[in-house]
C-alpha cells in the first residue's frame, strides 16, 4: 500500500466510469450502478490511481495522504 487514501464525492460524482476504465483494480460499479472504490490501494496501482482522478470529469476523486 502507498501511503495515500481515496477519497470519493459522492455528492459530486456523476457515475461518468472513467475512473473504471483507468483503475480497474481499484473503481467498479456494483449491481445498482453505485461506485465501489478500495480507499486504501496496493502500492503497485499508484499510477493508475493517480491517472483515475485526473480522468474524473468532475473532479470528485481526492489522493488524501503522502503519494510517496
Known sequence: MFDVRIHVDMDVCESH???VFAAPEVFSFD????????AEPAAGL???VVRAAGACPVRAIALVGEAG
Do not use: I, K, M, T
Request: glycine fraction near 8%; charge should be negative.
Open 46 to 48: 499508484r499510477e493508475d
Open 17 to 19: 466510469g472513467q475512473c
Open 31 to 38: 449491481d445498482d450502478d453505485r461506485l465501489r472504490y478500495e
